[in-house]
């Protein structure tokens, strides 16, 4: 969850408290039920969190999908998403290829 949290935070700047608060809802409520121990649950989404910037900050030094901007800090490139997304009926195409790359169908 620690690694996700910092992709999608990432990518949607904005976005970033709320998805980071409902990361940490997920961790605190693993502990509250039950499965995880607290060190467990913080251990995980700092090993997590930490791999995904690490990652990420690759990627934008190689721009795929991310470009480090003037102070080093790694921005989406969302604009192949942006012209899918602008044309009628594109946000169907996509999730339809998503679900085909991902079931190899």
């Known amino acids: 969850m620690g690694a996700l949290a910092v992709i999608v935070a990432l990518t949607l700047g904005p976005w970033s408290a709320p998805i980071i608060a409902a990361a940490a809802v997920v961790a605190v409520s693993r502990v509250m039920i039950n499965v995880h121990y607290p060190s467990d649950v913080v251990g995980g989404a700092l090993l997590g969190g930490v791999l995904a910037y690490l990652v990420v900050r690759q990627m934008a030094q190689a721009r ?40 190899g169908r």
Do not use: D, E, H, N
């Open 64 to 103: 795929l999908g991310f470009v480090a901007s003037a102070g080093g800090r790694p921005r989406p490139r969302l604009g192949a998403v942006r012209r899918i997304l602008a044309r009628r009926g594109g946000a169907g195409r996509m999730l339809v290829a998503l679900r085909a790359a991902l079931t």
